[in-house]
């Protein structure tokens, strides 16, 4: 993506802006634009992050990055391959739905791995195209999604005696 539009365009704004002070005005427009751009190119950049933040937090585990070429910010999007059964879990189900929780916002956590173990979850999510925190999200909600599922179907009320199921 190339900034030069953007950043010539806040020019060209800035140097009409400036018309309506007179020719002093529009002559330290002039000077300013200069200096002005490595500015504004910084924060064209901190716009694009942001906005790449908030349509990953919607894609999850899809995800959309965003690389810096030289002096040119490029999109990288990651999305969410269909379903693959893992090597070791053939019944287990790979994929699921991010559950919003309702404060729409992601965090930031560190999580401590065994070496052997950080490096199967790289391995494993290149495998399926994924970055690892993508799939260590899709992971999480997977287990989340299935320990809700057996608590709802073998836990009655609290304190109760009840007790479902089939017998031989």
Known sequence: MNLNQYVESLHRE?????EAGGPDSVA??????????????????????????????????????????GRDPEFVVTSTPGPQPLEDHDDSPTTAPIVDTGDGGTARMTLRLPESLKLRIEEIAAREGLSVNAWLVRALTTARELGDERRSRWRGPPGSQRYTGWVR
């Open 28 to 69: 330290l427009a002039e000077r300013l634009t200069a200096p002005l751009e490595s500015a504004s190119r910084l924060v064209l950049l901190e716009v694009l992050s942001a906005a790449a933040n908030e349509i990953t937090a919607e894609l999850a585990p899809g995800s959309v990055d965003v690389r810096l070429r």
């Open 14 to 18: 800035l140097v009409t802006a400036a």
